[in-house]
Structure formats: C-alpha cells, structure tokens
C-alpha cells in the first residue's frame, strides 16, 4: 500500500510506480487511480470515549484544532496519533492470531484478520515514517510540500479501504454472544483504533495539508 516518497519530490510531480504523476494546480487531492476518493465521514463510528476529544464529531474534532499553527498541529499528531497507531496494532495483532487460533471453528470467527492487520501495519508504519522524515520538516520549515501530500491524501484513501476491509472480517465489529474476553477485547480496541486513524486522517486532510498549501501558495 506504501508509495514512494523522496526529499526529491516538489511541486512539478510525484514518482508513482516509475512513472512521473504531475500534480494539479488546485489545492485539491488527486487520485492516482482515477476512482472516487473516500470519504471520511462514510465511516460510521462507535465512539469510545477514553479521553475529552473522543466524544466530539469528526468534523468537530478537526475545528478544535483549526487554529493552531501547522508546528503545532505536527506535534500534536505525532504525540497523540503516530505514537499511539504503534502501541495499537501490535497488540491488536496479538489479540487477532490469538483468536483466531482459538475459535478458529467458529462460524463467526475473523479469519484473515491478523494477516490484514500485519499488512496495514506495515503500510501505517511506512506512511507515518515518510511523513516524519519529509513531509513534516519541509511544512515546518515552510518549504514545497504539495507533491508530498498529494502521495499522503492518496495512501489515506488506501488506509479508508483497509479499514473498510477489517469491518468485513468482523462483520462490523460485532462479537457473537459467546465471544470469550480476548475477542470482546479484540474488537473494542478495534474500533478504538479505528475512530483514531479516522480523526488522524482528518486533521492532516482538512486542517494540516489545507494550511500547509495556502502557507505554499503564499510564499509563491
């Protein structure tokens, strides 16, 4: 799911597949598959709510933070989002083989959700990583950004579907009546972590890249 992403990428275009993709002008997302981009708010939420921000609408969400600087924005994700994606998936990996080894008989057991979670892992942890490494200094710093988001916004599409897929193995997060405690633990911490990545996205799409892209288009 990960797509290349290099200090080398600007404005002009970005490397998909050797091949050069120019970006648009607009300050809009393209899509490099020509299909409908996902839409954030299509995902249905079960909100837990463990801390004060998690009882807010997503959009909601995104505008408590609307004011702050894109340095400010950057901190909070890394702190609340990316540290907290990888203490989330390794255990919910853990969780899903152990049920999956357990009630593998089971009519309504997840089969496949481990392997999936694996890949989305990985695919979280290379995103995470090259927006660490690139996209986030060069937006501090005030430098070109929008070739580098354009890959983003594309690899949040990428990161929608695959939720879409764990909701397909769970059958909507829903444990049957005789789930044991490890199952009910899988699927709350599940749909905790989705309501996450999905407020995650949000805040880089409508809050942080819009700001990154007008701060761009201002120092022309």
């Known amino acids: 799911m990960g797509r290349l992403l290099s200090a080398h990428n600007d404005t002009t275009g970005i490397r998909h597949h050797g091949l050069v993709i120019i970006t648009p002008t607009s300050l809009g997302r393209i899509d490099l598959n020509q299909r409908s981009s996902s839409q954030i708010n299509r995902l249905k939420i079960g909100m837990q709510p463990a801390m004060k921000e998690r009882h807010l609408p997503l959009q909601e969400h995104a505008m408590t933070l609307s004011e702050r600087s894109p340095s400010e924005l950057i901190d909070h994700i890394l702190a609340r989002y990316h540290a907290i994606h990888r203490q989330q998936l390794p255990e919910l990996i853990r969780l899903a083989r152990r049920v999956e080894q357990v009630h593998d008989t089971h009519v309504q057991c997840p089969r496949g959700l481990a392997d999936h979670l694996e890949e989305l892992h990985q695919a979280l942890e290379s995103h995470m990583q090259k927006e660490e490494s690139v996209l986030f200094p060069r937006i501090k710093r005030g430098g070109t950004a929008r070739g580098p988001i ?26 049957p009546a005789d789930a044991c405690t490890t199952w009910r633990a899988l699927y709350d911490g599940l749909r905790e972590f989705r309501e996450d990545l999905v407020q995650h996205m949000q805040l880089e799409n409508d809050v942080l890249f819009e700001q990154a892209l007008v701060q761009e288009a201002r120092h022309g």
């Open 150 to 175: 354009a890959v983003m916004r594309f690899e949040h599409d990428e990161h929608h579907e695959a939720l879409d897929q764990v909701m397909v193995l769970t059958r909507d997060l829903q444990a």
